[in-house]
């Protein structure tokens, strides 16, 4: 029972019921932070730090937690453990910081977090809370690391920085811009919308 | 209304909420304690690497070194509340006559820009600048940090002007970012701004 509920989360979150191309959700930082591969990266772990510890946190609370304030609680929960990612980014990785600027801190406005606070961790024990976090972390983190690899190569010619295609390449501006994040997460959620529901037309 | 029942809807979630963030608002505090010293040493450092790097000093890596040499050959000038004015780059193996360099803060397209402006000890051509702080678009006019841009600073003189990618040929020219055009104008702007001011700041 256990093992099927942890293989649901984890199929859920990252296939049919993902957070950026099925419920789109968290689509501020997709816009934001996937022109460079390097912020994406750094992004993507705090937001699976704070979803997964918020989560976990929020179901240990869930049967103290007073109806009527619980999304105070679950916002102050989660600004916590942004502020633990935005100290520590500063104190140990000082230069990846300076780079993500104001980004770090609008991970508490990440709709994904407080949704599956919401939706799951205030019904469901902590451990499976947590892996809910870690789940929909991920299944959002690959879907931006796409994209971002998608716009650092048209947009910039290089991916981590490293120059891979020739001098000829002409940098196409609006892919580092926030429309060519939206052509391009447009585009993905197209194709992989059109191949599951082809999958569940077959069924 | 029972005193029970008052208890539990009214008082509880009041009582709840201060005592969760009583304990969410420690642990944060205790964090942010013990990690300050080594945030405000990092701060510094960022600041020492722009002084030394926009008065043209080649710097070392080691967070140490640069420390040691930054207090080698850099003074910090203030004026009488203690505020930095600008800071003076004594000659060394690394430099070839004195530089002068002036921190300064100025308008970008998102927010503030903050500089580190050096000039020669005639205040008149510049030995670099160096980006502290910025907040503009990455991948556009985020590219003002990046080297070959800050680079070409070195032995000009103001007022600047900019022009397009590549065709920079007077000592009065930068290339501008190709898509961060007022990104770029507005450096030029602060520069432009610093180089006025340098030379009433500056008493040799």
């Known amino acids: 029972m256990e093992k099927f509920k942890i293989k649901r989360v984890f199929s859920d979150d990252i296939g049919r019921n993902n957070p950026v191309f099925a419920q789109v959700l968290g689509i501020c930082s997709t816009l934001a932070v996937t022109n460079v591969l390097k912020n994406t990266v750094v992004m993507c772990v705090g937001l699976i730090f704070t979803t997964s510890l918020s989560n976990f946190t929020v179901s240990l609370m869930r049967n103290y937690i007073p109806a009527r304030v619980r999304m105070m609680v679950e916002t102050l929960i989660i600004a916590s453990y942004v502020i633990i990612v935005d100290i520590v980014l500063k104190a140990y990785f000082p230069d990846i910081s300076r780079q993500l600027g104001p980004y770090v801190g609008l991970i508490i406005t990440n709709c994904i977090i407080m949704g599956r606070t919401e939706a799951f961790a205030l019904s469901n024990p902590p451990g499976l809370s947590f892996l809910d976090g870690i789940a929909s972390g991920f299944g959002y983190s690959y879907v931006l690391l796409i994209i971002a690899v998608v716009r650092e190569i048209l947009g910039s010619g290089t991916i981590w920085g490293i120059r891979i295609v020739g001098d000829w390449w002409t940098n196409w501006s609006i892919m580092v811009m926030a429309p060519g994040a939206f052509f391009v997460l447009a585009l993905f959620i197209w194709v992989v919308k059109g191949q599951i529901s082809e999958e569940g037309e077959k069924k | ?204």
Do not use: C
Request: charged share 20%; proline share 3%; net charge negative.
């Open chain 2, 1 to 204: 209304m029972s005193g029970k029942q008052v208890f539990k809807k009214r008082l509880f979630p009041i009582l709840f909420m201060l005592a969760v963030t009583l304990v969410f608002i420690s642990v944060t505090t205790a964090i942010y304690t013990f990690t300050e010293e080594k945030i405000k040493i990092n701060e510094k450092l960022v600041q020492k690497r722009a002084v030394l790097s926009a008065a043209g000093v080649s710097y070392p890596d080691d967070p140490a070194e640069i420390d040691t040499l930054y207090h080698r050959v850099v003074q910090e000038i203030t004026d009488e509340s203690g505020e930095a004015l600008y800071y003076e780059v004594a000659e060394s193996e690394y430099y070839s006559g004195n530089a002068y360099v002036i921190i300064t803060t100025g308008s970008g397209l998102w927010g503030d820009i903050t500089i580190a402006v050096g000039v020669d000890e005639n205040v008149n051509t510049l030995t670099g600048i160096e980006i502290i702080d910025q907040n503009e678009t990455p991948g556009l006019g985020g590219r003002i940090t990046e080297s070959w841009f800050t680079e070409q600073f070195r032995g000009k003189k103001g007022p600047l002007n900019s022009v397009p990618e590549g065709e920079a040929t007077s000592e009065q020219q930068i290339q501008a970012i190709t898509g961060a055009t007022y990104s770029t104008a507005a450096l030029r702007s602060i520069v432009n701004a610093t180089l006025e001011d340098a030379r009433g700041r500056i008493k040799s």
